[in-house]
């Protein structure tokens, strides 16, 4: 495969990691991330059809995109992702999926059929009654027997935790042990502000108070760090002897721009170069017109901001981020 990239910005920073939100609707309801009542609902005609992914997908992948990871809203209800699915396996990428797991028991044969490797699973707790709280449905139990099936099948499984403090801040350790007795990354993600999501400063719990609360927990000589990968947004860790490993996403607090590879395309098919951004390009009403896709996607990636979409505020209190998007409508 062809190492090199088209897809620089200003920065010299190579972009061969896109992100491809496939809806914006969701079976959960998470309340970090979802209103209750869903999100407004648009004219089908809005949203990239499964035709349309493949063919924005391919100009990703001719200009040098080496890594394709499904996500939304849920990925999985989307009709037709088995076939995106066995479409996106015939290019010449690594192929990945983040799901809240609700069905990954329907589509584990199409994963292994479409040659997925990794499967992301989003669980917030480890209680029952609680996560179901969070998530405001009950689908709890089945998205823990879906971890162990994929565990079982071999997949590189890992389990994304939005850490909120006084909501889920007491389980890091017990996530930590099930990251000994069990083959997964446990990632701690620091909780980040969308619209309507009821973020402040006080709830987000810390890449440093994380360490804290493993160190006092389990000793540093037993924490070991592992090396991270290039262009990777998770520091490492693992506890000594453990199958698996944890991490933490510090998004807020420590963040990974100067090495950001990322490129995201929303369901509705627009380019966004950085969550934190509220800048967007159409890629798909581009592509409706038959007009230069490949040009448009050059210049957005070219002019993105060196850090955090461009915020400079970041660190005040007061800040909030001014968009109508909220999580499940970027794309996470
Ligand atoms: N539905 C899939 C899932 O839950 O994994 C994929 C989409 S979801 C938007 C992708 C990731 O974004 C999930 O791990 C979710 O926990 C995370 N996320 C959503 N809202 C967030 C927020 N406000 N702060 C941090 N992470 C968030
Ligand atoms: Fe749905 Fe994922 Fe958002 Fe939860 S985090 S509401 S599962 S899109």
Redesign the pocket.
């Known amino acids: 495969m062809d190492n090199t990239t088209k897809i620089v910005d200003r920065f010299g920073r190579e972009h061969k990691y896109l992100r491809i939100s496939l809806t914006e609707r969701?079976n959960?309801r998470?309340f970090?991330?979802m209103p209750e009542e869903g999100v407004k609902l648009r004219e089908k005609s809005c949203f990239m059809t499964s035709e349309e992914v493949i063919e924005l997908a391919e100009k990703f992948v001719a200009l040098g995109v080496t890594k394709i990871r499904l996500?939304?809203?849920?990925?999985l209800i989307k009709k037709d992702i088995g076939n995106i699915l066995s479409q996106l396996s015939k290019l010449p990428v690594e192929l990945g999926i983040?799901?809240?797991g609700v069905l990954v028991d329907k589509y584990i044969d199409t994963f292994k059929k479409a040659g997925i490797k990794s499967v992301?699973?989003?669980l917030?707790s480890l209680k029952e009654d609680r996560f179901n709280a969070i998530s405001r449905r009950n689908y709890f139990n089945r998205i823990k027997s879906n971890i162990d099936l994929l565990i079982e099948n071999d997949f590189n499984v890992k389990v994304?935790v939005?850490l909120i403090k006084d909501v889920n801040d007491d389980e890091i350790t017990d996530f930590i042990d099930w990251s000994i007795i069990k083959p997964i990354e446990v990632r701690f993600?620091?909780?980040?502000?969308?619209d309507g999501?009821k973020?402040n400063w006080d709830k987000l719990v810390s890449n440093k108070k994380i360490l804290e609360t493993v160190h006092s927990h389990y000793g540093e000589d037993y924490v070991e760090k592992i090396k991270d990968k290039k262009n990777d947004t998770t520091r490492s860790y693992r506890i000594k002897k453990a199958k698996g490993s944890f991490g933490i996403i510090s998004?807020m607090t420590n963040p990974f721009c100067d090495t950001c590879n990322r490129i995201r395309l929303t369901a509705d098919g627009k380019i966004r170069n950085c969550l934190f951004s509220n800048s967007e390009v159409d890629l798909l009403g581009a592509l409706r017109r038959k007009q230069n896709v490949e040009q448009l996607i050059l210049q957005s990636i070219y002019n993105k901001e060196k850090q955090r979409g461009g915020i400079n505020n970041f660190e005040t209190s007061d800040f909030v981020l001014k968009d109508d998007r909220s999580?499940?409508t970027i794309?996470?």
């Open positions: 969701c959960l998470c970090y991330c996500t939304g809203g849920e990925p983040t799901t809240n992301n699973v989003s917030d994304n939005v993600i620091e909780f980040m502000p969308f999501n973020w998004s999580m499940v794309g996470g």
